[in-house]
Nanobody
């Protein structure tokens, strides 16, 4: 699975931004598409993920501000980010999850896209 992300940029606090990601390859193996950001730790932080079932998970810090959506015909996943805060500044990555076994999930990543929110 290959992922290509678009969007990102520099905005002021309170403004909005939309990230888009297009997936290609064997889409039949994907069970979720979502967005992560680099974060401050060793692992990327979940921002939002939408499973094929329609189930959605959001990070607590973005609930009620960010909205994830998928277009299964176009194989895209978008992240609408409203009421942006300086602490949302980060590199954002598109993500696809492919179950390899019952307990193992393979993550595919797009190139990062920078989001900068000025105060």
């Amino acid at each position: 699975v290959q992922l290509q992300a678009f969007g990102g940029g520099l905005v002021q606090a309170g403004e909005s931004l939309r990230l888009s990601c297009t997936a290609s390859g064997d889409m039949s193996k994907i069970n979720a598409l979502g967005w992560y950001r680099k974060g401050r730790g060793l692992q990327r932080e979940l921002v939002a993920v939408m499973y094929n079932s329609g189930s959605i998970n959001y990070a607590d810090s973005v609930k009620d501000r960010f909205t994830i959506s998928r277009d299964n015909v176009k194989n895209t996943v978008d992240l609408q980010m409203n009421s942006l805060r300086p602490e949302d500044t980060d590199v954002y990555y598109c993500n696809a999850k492919v179950p390899v076994s019952v307990k193992i999930i393979k993550n595919s990543w797009g190139q990062g896209t920078q989001v900068t929110v000025s105060s």
